[in-house]
């Protein structure tokens, strides 16, 4: 089992379970073992292959996104990569990556609720690439992702946000073959995902980058406390709820906000 991706919720009952990130359902580890309940994620998806290996998702929450599957099966076949649902394809490859990173401080947040409905429903429209703009704009954060924010360019309003630098493999918005991706962070309101949705070029500002984790890890940083700062995971409350009775998909639970 790859490092930290299974973990105990004794809300739900005894031994390990997995939670989905887009969704929030909670299976025991077993079910990684039935590919028709959990599947894996690959993110970023590359050009002309499948991207590595991220993390666990339920089967609906990975089959219902038509249009990041479009965009996927036109990166593998070495096509042009252009429009919405490269769009798509990109901000949920960032959102599975801070997963991997930081962990259930990070999405266990009413912030994140936009993110994994666009993700999950395969809404296209947004534009979540970001200028090369900020107090850092010279440094590279290619296979990092940043602790941040969003600048709103005609309102100078700042949004918390979190920066993943993903290998480019189109022309929009890309310096020295990278480009940030923002996608928002505890915080958030939802004005961000607005300005993303609008084709508002959102200025990212940072200071420096934490690389991702190797393919199969998920050190989950901020759930253990080893992120180094600005350290600001999420706030609210969260309590795993037993589902009673299982559910037919398999799923003992669910994450659902206690305050």
């Given at each position: 089992?790859a490092?930290?991706?299974?973990?105990?919720?004794?809300?739900?009952?005894d031994?390990?379970?997995?939670?989905?990130?887009l969704?929030?359902?909670?299976?025991?580890v077993a079910?990684?073992?039935?590919?028709?309940?959990?599947?894996?994620?690959?993110a970023?998806?590359?050009?002309?292959g499948?991207?590595?290996?991220?993390?666990?998702?339920?089967?609906?929450c990975?089959?219902?996104?038509?249009?990041?599957?479009?965009a996927?099966?036109?990166?593998?076949?070495?096509?042009?990569?252009?429009?919405?649902?490269?769009?798509?394809?990109?901000?949920?490859?960032?959102?599975?990556?801070?997963?991997?990173?930081?962990?259930?401080?990070?999405?266990?947040?009413s912030?994140?609720?936009?993110?994994?409905?666009?993700?999950?429903?395969?809404?296209?429209?947004?534009?979540?690439c970001?200028?090369?703009?900020?107090?850092?704009?010279?440094?590279?954060?290619?296979?990092?992702v940043?602790?941040?924010?969003?600048?709103?360019?005609?309102?100078?309003?700042?949004?918390?946000?979190?920066?993943?630098?993903?290998p480019?493999?189109?022309?929009?918005?890309?310096?020295?073959?990278?480009?940030?991706?923002?996608v928002?962070?505890?915080?958030?309101?939802?004005?961000?995902?607005?300005?993303?949705?609008?084709?508002?070029?959102?200025?990212?500002?940072?200071?420096?980058?934490?690389?991702?984790?190797?393919?199969?890890?998920?050190?989950?940083?901020?759930d253990?406390g080893e992120?180094?700062?600005?350290?600001?995971?999420?706030?609210?409350?969260?309590?795993?709820?037993?589902?009673q009775?299982?559910?037919?998909?398999?799923?003992?639970?669910?994450?659902?906000?206690?305050?």
């Open positions: 089992m490092k930290g991706r299974a973990h105990s919720i004794p809300e739900v009952g031994g390990d379970y997995l939670t989905c990130p969704c929030l359902g909670i299976w025991p079910a990684i073992y039935s590919p028709d309940v959990l599947t894996r994620e690959h970023p998806v590359t050009q002309g499948a991207g590595e290996f991220r993390c666990i998702t339920c089967r609906p990975n089959n219902n996104r038509g249009a990041e599957r479009a996927s099966l036109e990166r593998r076949a070495g096509g042009r990569q252009t429009g919405s649902s490269e769009s798509l394809l990109e901000f949920a490859s960032a959102y599975l990556i801070c997963f991997a990173t930081l962990g259930y401080k990070f999405i266990l947040d912030a994140l609720d936009d993110t994994r409905r666009i993700i999950r429903e395969s809404i296209v429209g947004l534009t979540p970001g200028k090369f703009k900020g107090f850092s704009e010279h440094t590279s954060l290619k296979g990092k940043a602790v941040g924010a969003g600048r709103h360019p005609q309102s100078g309003r700042f949004e918390p946000a979190i920066l993943v630098g993903l480019s493999t189109h022309a929009e918005r890309v310096v020295d073959g990278e480009h940030l991706v923002i928002p962070r505890p915080g958030a309101s939802g004005d961000l995902v607005s300005w993303l949705s609008s084709g508002v070029e959102v200025e990212p500002f940072f200071d420096y980058g934490i690389e991702w984790p190797a393919e199969l890890e998920i050190p989950r940083l901020w253990n992120a180094p700062g600005p350290y600001e995971p999420s706030v609210e409350g969260w309590r795993a709820v037993r589902a009775p299982e559910h037919q998909d398999g799923s003992v639970g669910s994450w659902q906000r206690s305050d």
